[in-house]
Nanobody, 118 residues
Framework: VQLQASGGGLVQAGGSLTLSCAAS????????MGWLRQAPGKEREFVVAMDNRPRYSDSVKGRFTISRDKAKNTVYLQMNSLKPEDTAVYYC???????????????WGQGTQVTVSS
């Protein structure tokens, strides 16, 4: 079982990036999927996740949009109006439980670095 994240990079403040996360198994179509991030020297934090509808952290609400293509077992994160404080390693994650996806998801992908320059 694998979650493969891609799409990170370097962008200037105010710019946009799109992250993708592809799941290796169709069983993930029934799970909650989303993203967490960890900045250097900081705790890992929940960003967004969705099953049939999304839930966003207050820090990204209105700027980030999560979407899902169940046929492709893929979840996307469109990040707009990026800020330097969005700089972090972003991790794709999945779980069956909302209380776990926001803290300690059962399934993790490798991280992808997002760097926002000021």
């Amino acid at each position: 079982v694998q979650l493969q994240a891609s799409g990170g990079g370097l962008v200037q403040a105010g710019g946009s990036l799109t992250l993708s996360c592809a799941a290796s198994e169709r069983t993930f179509s029934n799970k909650i999927m989303g993203w967490l991030r960890q900045a250097p020297g900081k705790e890992r934090e929940f960003v967004v996740a969705m099953d049939n509808r999304p839930r966003y952290s207050d820090s990204v609400k209105g700027r980030f949009t999560i979407s899902r293509d169940k046929a492709k077992n893929t979840v996307y994160l469109q990040m707009n109006s990026l800020k330097p404080e969005d700089t972090a390693v972003y991790y794709c994650a999945a779980d069956n439980d909302w209380s776990m996806i926001t803290t300690r998801p059962r399934y993790w992908g490798q991280g992808t670095q997002v760097t926002v320059s000021s």
